[in-house]
Every structure is written in structure tokens, then in C-alpha cells.
């Protein structure tokens, strides 16, 4: 059969319909947020949470989020830069910064709800496998599903460690140890040993050891925050022992200051004028026109 050029006319185009906006910006994943976000209808109105969690370069984002049909609702959020106050001062982007962050939000959001008490969840970190289950005579676990965007689920991802903190910090999130850090797939078997070692940051620890009996310029150049911050790799356990007990301890956020009543908000744009300063700044014009011409 020969090549048949296919010509798009006028009428393929009248017919056209443009994906979603997100969808061409290439933001969201329509066919695993459809998923995420539809509730059964049994459960009438009962909203259905989502654990989302994004990277930026210098960030963590974890946020509970559940959909209307005016946009996202944001019921608690949690960020990698809040680390600092509860003794985590550098490597904020790391796996075990990301178990502190979904530790932050799962503390932060069971006491909104009252329900710290019932729940503590995984006290002893160990790394193992670990299900938050219904205390009788309490009310339910709090039950979200983890939301991951566009990013890749690969083995040992540092999304799994935020969904590990959440975990560990008493939210009911559906998981399993396929994708944590120490799972061998050939073997099919999960060692929570290995997964502790990059919860307690020891993967960092091992690394700044090798690269300082390497190439001590290049541990200089690459470590230098944690060198400013005195973090070794021998203390970067007890930082993260710290940050853990820290935050089970306190989760709520910063309170945010208090703006003076008589503060003007600033402006960026120039004051928008009267009819009569506009009279008088066209006059202004005329008269300096006139002055240069006379002048010349």
C-alpha cells in the first residue's frame, strides 16, 4: 500500500479539543489524579486525603490535600526548610530529611485532629515494616493515600521517606517494603537494618568518609555547610535522634508575626493619580517641550 500523506484539514481542526492546561504544561497526571481523588459514593461527602509530596532543588513539600470542585483543600503542610528548629541545620533534600518532614506533618496533623494521644506510632525507629492500625474505643486512624506526581517510583526514592515518616508518625497510608531501601528484589526480601542506616543519615555518614580519605578539596567543596554547621560524620545520627524526639515533642508550626496595624503594605506600582495631577503633568510636559525648543 503506498504512503498516504494525512492532511489535516479544516474540519480535524473544528474537531480538535485541547487536553487540561496541567495536562499541556505537563504539571499532572490526570489518569492517576482521577484515581486519587474520587471518593466511593457510599461515602457521600466524606473527603478522601492524599499524602503529597514534592521535591524542589532546596525543598521538601508535604502537604494532606483533598479535592472539591472549586480545587484542593489543604488540610496540614510540612516543609523540609522548618528542619533548622528542631536541630537539622543542613542536608535538607536528603532521605533522612525526608523522614523527618512526613514525621512533622503526620505529628502535625494528628494533633489538629486530636488524635496524638491514641496514636504514636512507631516510637523506636528500626526501619521495619510498620502498620498503623484502629486503637479500640478511639477514633480511626487517619487514612490517606500517598501522592507522588510526576516522579518516579524507583527503589529507594526519597519519596518513600517521607511516606515512612508519615507512617512511622501514626498515619494510615496503604504501602508496602517493595520500594524502601534494602529491599533486594532478586532475593525478595527486605533488610530494615540497611533502611535505618539511611533513615539515621548513615549512607551520608559513610559517603563523607570515603570522600575525606580521597580527595580532602573535594569533601571541603562538597560538605562545606556541614563543616560551617561543625556536623561530622560521626554525629549525624544523634542530629537526626535529636530532630526525631524534637518534633514529637513540639510539631506545631512557627508562629507567624504579628504585622503592626498602622504598617502600610508596600507598593510596587506607582500610585495611581487624580484627573487633576494628570492635568498638570501633561502641562509639565509642554512646557519643558517648549523651554527646549525656545532654546535651541
Do not use: W
Request: charged content about 30%; glycine content about 6%; proline content about 3%.
Amino acid at each position: 500500500m503506498p504512503f498516504v500523506k494525512v492532511v489535516k484539514d479544516r474540519q480535524y481542526f473544528k474537531r480538535f479539543q485541547v487536553k487540561y492546561r496541567r495536562r499541556r504544561e505537563g504539571k499532572t497526571d490526570y489518569y492517576a489524579r482521577k484515581r486519587l481523588c474520587v471518593q466511593d459514593k457510599n461515602k457521600y461527602n466524606t473527603p478522601k486525603y492524599r499524602l503529597v509530596v514534592r521535591f524542589t532543588n532546596k525543598d521538601i513539600i508535604v502537604q494532606v490535600a483533598y479535592a472539591r470542585l472549586q480545587g484542593d483543600l489543604i488540610l496540614s503542610s510540612a516543609y523540609a526548610h522548618e528542619l533548622p528548629r528542631y536541630g537539622v541545620k543542613v542536608g535538607l533534600t536528603n532521605y533522612a530529611a525526608a523522614y523527618c518532614t512526613g514525621l512533622l506533618l503526620a505529628r502535625r496533623v494528628l494533633t489538629k485532629l486530636d488524635l496524638a494521644k491514641d496514636y504514636d506510632g512507631q516510637t523506636e525507629v528500626d526501619g521495619d515494616e510498620f502498620i498503623v492500625e484502629d486503637v479500640a474505643g478511639a477514633s480511626s486512624a487517619f487514612r490517606c493515600f500517598l501522592d507522588i506526581g510526576l516522579a518516579r517510583t524507583t527503589t529507594g526514592a526519597r519519596i518513600f521517606g517521607v511516606l515512612k515518616g508519615a507512617v512511622d508518625g501514626g498515619l494510615n497510608v496503604p504501602h508496602n517494603c517493595k520500594r524502601f531501601p534494602g529491599y533486594d528484589a532478586e532475593d525478595k526480601e527486605f533488610h530494615a537494618d540497611v533502611h535505618r542506616q539511611h533513615i539515621f543519615g548513615q549512607h551520608v555518614a559513610d559517603y563523607m568518609r570515603s570522600l575525606q580519605e580521597d580527595d580532602q578539596d573535594a569533601f571541603q567543596r562538597q560538605f562545606s555547610g556541614f563543616i560551617k554547621a561543625g556536623v561530622t560524620a560521626d554525629s549525624l545520627e544523634g542530629v537526626y535522634t535529636k530532630a526525631h524526639a524534637a518534633i514529637r515533642a513540639d510539631p506545631s508550626p512557627k508562629p507567624k508575626k504579628e504585622q503592626p496595624a498602622d504598617k502600610k503594605p508596600k507598593r510596587f506600582a506607582r500610585k495611581k493619580m487624580s484627573r487633576e495631577q494628570r492635568v498638570a503633568r501633561v502641562a509639565q510636559k509642554k512646557a519643558s517641550f517648549l523651554h527646549k525648543v525656545t532654546n535651541q
